[in-house]
């Protein structure tokens, strides 16, 4: 088992930065892939970016890439998200979420344990 507890959301004015972080506890923190997803008002959650074991492969969605960094540090067992340029269409809640491969890592299905969100609200 997983415990996953998000935080740092808040409110920030287009073209404002915010970092969200996700702490987990439990089972070996490096032993799974980490992904953020967001879920806006009336949306389906949708995948934001994922990251390997050892913080050496990222992978973005479309939507965010040259914006949003995701990073981990395991000492710290904890994964950010480091959201540069927003928006007000990237407002939602985040949540992050852990899974053991590599493969369909944008696919919700696949993840294993899940945080309960942060909400990131963007005025324009």
């Known amino acids: 088992q997983v415990q996953l507890v998000e935080s740092g959301g808040g409110l920030v004015q287009t073209g404002g930065s915010l970092r969200v972080s996700c702490a987990a506890s439990?089972?070996?923190?490096?032993?799974?892939?980490m992904g953020w997803f967001r879920q806006a008002p009336g949306k389906e959650r949708e995948f934001v970016a994922a990251?390997?074991?050892?913080?050496?492969?990222?992978y973005y969605a479309d939507s965010v890439k040259g914006r949003f960094t995701i990073s981990r540090d395991n000492a710290k067992n904890t994964v950010y998200l480091q959201m540069n340029s927003l928006k007000p269409e990237d407002t939602a809640v985040y949540t992050c979420?852990?899974?053991?491969?590599?493969?369909?890592?944008?696919?919700?299905?696949?993840?294993?344990?899940w945080g309960q969100g942060t909400q990131v609200t963007v005025s324009s």
């Open positions: 979420a852990a899974k053991e491969t590599w493969d369909q890592r944008h696919s919700q299905r696949f993840y294993d344990y």
């Open positions: 439990g089972r070996t923190f490096s032993s799974y892939i």
């Open positions: 990251i390997t074991w050892d913080g050496g492969t990222t």
